[in-house]
């Protein structure tokens, strides 16, 4: 019954930050996998970083990102808080899109299985 809620998107020029927020409603965020995706319109669901918990006995710890993000964006997890976060940075036109927290008990890569919970979605575009 647990919930996700993305915020701080919004619109900004190319070069500019923006800082996402998912605040978990109801639950505790997967001490597993935690991550953001984004989507444009037509285009599918792309992983953009992903963080899997240093208490994670299958994985271990593991932060990845999307290539067209590394460098830029990064992902961290205020646990006391149960909020994840998302620092962009240094944005670009092709970073427009719907961005979406998730976690779930299971990972591989950008692929999440098992428990899994979705935020709605908060939508980021970049002007050149």
């Known amino acids: 019954q647990g919930q996700l809620v993305e915020s701080g998107g919004g619109s900004v020029q190319a070069g500019g930050s923006l800082r996402l927020s998912c605040a978990a409603s109801?639950?505790?965020?997967?001490?597993?996998?935690v991550g953001w995706f984004r989507q444009a319109p037509g285009k599918e669901r792309e992983g953009v970083a992903r963080?899997?918990?240093?208490?994670?006995?299958?994985?271990?710890?593991?932060?990845i990102y999307g290539e067209s993000v590394k460098g830029r964006f990064t992902i961290s997890r205020d646990t006391a808080k149960n909020i994840l976060y998302l620092e962009m940075n240094s944005l670009k036109p092709e970073d427009t899109g719907m961005y979406y927290c998730?976690?779930?008990?299971?990972?591989?890569?950008?692929?999440?299985?098992?428990?899994?919970?979705w935020g709605q979605g908060t939508q980021v575009t970049v002007s050149s």
């Open positions: 998730a976690d779930a008990t299971r990972c591989v890569g950008f692929v999440f299985s098992g428990a899994q919970h």
């Open positions: 109801g639950y505790t965020l997967s001490r597993y996998c």
């Open positions: 963080i899997i918990s240093s208490t994670s006995t299958i994985y271990g710890e593991s932060v």
